[in-house]
């Protein structure tokens, strides 16, 4: 079993920037590929970002290449989602994710799902 609680969600205006934590707890955080999702008021889930379990190798929805980075803190168990030149459409629920599979994470069917935590981009 793997326990993942996120922070960092919170209002901020259009052009600033947020920085998104993931703790993960209760198996080897290096078994696990990590990603972020997110799921607006009236919209499916989307996938966010990525990064591999044994590789730092990244993956990226096009709307947010550029703007947000991905990163895992070994040491800390701890995936982190630094967002910058944030817009009104990155409004959402955003949601930590941990997989085996790097697939299943990609795809939003992973093992492990986080409660959430909210953005709200003002503009």
């Known amino acids: 079993q793997v326990q993942l609680v996120e922070s960092g969600g919170g209002l901020v205006q259009a052009g600033g920037s947020l920085r998104l934590s993931c703790a993960a707890s209760?198996?080897?955080?290096?078994?696990?590929?990590m990603g972020w999702f997110r799921q607006a008021p009236g919209k499916e889930r989307e996938f966010v970002a990525a990064i591999m379990k044994t590789v730092s190798i990244r993956y990226y929805h096009d709307s947010v290449k550029g703007r947000f980075t991905i990163d895992r803190d070994m040491d800390k168990n701890t995936v982190v989602l630094q967002m910058n030149s944030l817009k009104s459409e990155d409004t959402a629920v955003y949601y930590c994710?941990?997989?085996?599979?790097?697939?299943?994470?990609?795809?939003?069917?992973?093992?492990?799902w986080g409660q959430g935590t909210q953005v709200t981009v003002s503009s």
């Open positions: 994710a941990a997989g085996e599979s790097l697939s299943s994470v990609r795809i939003g069917v992973p093992d492990y």
């Open positions: 209760g198996a080897t955080f290096r078994s696990y590929n």
